[in-house]
């Protein structure tokens, strides 16, 4: 009896799919315009191993079918995005400390017929500040946005020592929300509300300045949370978690007048890896993952 296999491009190899090759992939709607099946089938590649990450365009409706059908197809694992982190939680059988903190889970592992819900973005971001040389402990820093991507830094934060966060929000109601819940984890460290009309006059103090909206996005690159006729306090270190454009119009803001700049793309790749290593147990490829996302974004490698 002959095996059907199929055949697929990766960045770095051809690589062939058997009954023996391990999947995952990411839930999503819509996932098209995600850069994690090129990463990690890079990733993949460039470590040998016999796995696949495919996109999995799920409605939103749908999210507790499609986690019960990981389970159900074999799957090893996947990462969740928008519009199911939050609503993930409600059909997984255990949750990691920053997925409960965090209030949403981005990658499932699926162990012993378990499904283990975990949230790799705040280990993402810390690993993307370090990277650029950023260290948070003692730090004060404005966080734009109160959304999942804002929940996740503001973790990250609080566990990393900083001093205050002050959340910045078109709507304070949400902003206080979130102060509260991270409040409720981390008494160590002051959170504060604040509308995102207030961003202009953010305290001198202030050392790091994260925009967590989608505001600057492709196709929407005219935009950006900082007004334009404004210039950025200059000793600022500013961190966009929009990667595409890896230098959105907040981040040439504020290289315009020297502060320091974190582009998103560290923060796609290191949570990216945190994930890897969670399902495979083998130390994920960063610069292989890193050239793949430069490549598919078309920038090239730097």
């Given at each position: 009896?002959?095996?059907?296999?199929?055949?697929?491009e990766?960045?770095?190899?051809?690589?062939v799919?058997?009954?023996?090759?391990?999947?995952?992939?990411?839930?999503g709607?819509?996932?098209?315009?995600?850069l994690?099946p090129?990463m990690h089938?890079?990733a993949?590649a460039?470590?040998?191993?016999?796995?696949?990450?495919v996109?999995?365009?799920v409605y939103?409706?749908h999210?507790?079918?499609a986690l019960?059908?990981?389970?159900?197809l074999?799957?090893?694992?996947?990462?969740?995005?928008?519009?199911?982190k939050?609503?993930?939680?409600n059909?997984l059988?255990?949750?990691?400390?920053?997925?409960?903190?965090?209030?949403a889970?981005?990658?499932?592992?699926v162990?012993?017929?378990?499904?283990h819900?975990?949230?790799?973005?705040?280990?993402?971001?810390?690993?993307?500040?370090a990277?650029?040389?950023?260290e948070p402990?003692?730090t004060?820093?404005?966080?734009?946005g109160?959304?999942?991507?804002?929940?996740?830094v503001?973790?990250?934060?609080?566990d990393a020592?900083a001093?205050?966060?002050?959340?910045?929000?078109?709507?304070?109601s949400?902003a206080?929300?979130?102060?509260?819940?991270?409040?409720?984890?981390?008494s160590?460290?002051?959170?504060?509300p604040?509308?995102?009309?207030?961003?202009s006059?953010i305290s001198?103090?202030?050392d790091?300045?994260?925009n967590?909206?989608?505001?600057?996005?492709?196709?929407?690159t005219?935009?950006?949370p900082?007004?334009?006729?404004?210039?950025?306090?200059?000793?600022?270190?500013?961190?966009?978690?929009v990667?595409?454009?890896?230098?959105?119009?907040?981040?040439?803001?504020?290289?315009?007048?020297?502060?320091?700049?974190?582009d998103?793309?560290?923060m796609l790749?290191?949570?990216?890896?945190?994930a890897?290593?969670?399902w495979?147990g083998?130390?994920?490829?960063?610069?292989?993952?890193?050239?793949?996302?430069?490549?598919a974004?078309?920038v090239g490698?730097s």
């Open positions: 009896m002959s095996v059907q296999v199929t055949h697929f990766t960045p770095n190899s051809l690589s799919i058997t009954g023996h090759t391990t999947l995952v992939g990411v839930i709607w819509p996932v098209e315009h995600s994690s090129v089938n890079a993949f460039a470590t040998g191993l016999d796995w696949v990450y996109p999995l365009p939103p409706d999210i507790g079918e019960r059908g990981l389970r159900a074999g799957f090893a694992g996947a990462n969740v995005t928008v519009p199911h939050q609503a993930a939680l059909h059988d255990e949750l990691s400390h920053a997925a409960q903190v965090i209030g889970a981005n990658t499932i592992i162990r012993d017929g378990s499904l819900g975990d949230n790799t973005d705040a280990v993402g971001f810390i690993a993307s500040l990277g650029a040389g950023f402990a003692g004060y820093c404005a966080l734009l109160a959304g999942g991507a804002a929940r996740a503001a973790h990250a934060l609080a020592s001093m205050q966060v002050c959340i910045y929000n078109r709507d304070v949400r206080r929300k979130l102060c509260r819940d991270m409040a409720k984890f981390h160590n460290v002051r959170f504060e604040a509308s995102l009309d207030e961003i006059v001198g103090e202030t790091l300045l994260i967590a909206t989608s505001l600057g996005m492709w196709p929407h005219e935009a950006s900082w007004p334009r006729e404004l210039p950025i306090p200059g000793h600022l270190t500013v961190c966009d978690l990667y595409n454009p890896q230098e959105t119009l907040l981040l040439t803001q504020a290289r315009s007048v020297g502060a320091d700049i974190v998103g793309l560290g790749i290191h949570q990216g890896a945190a890897f290593e969670l495979t083998q130390a994920a490829p960063v610069a292989e993952m890193r050239a793949a996302c430069l490549e974004l078309e490698p």
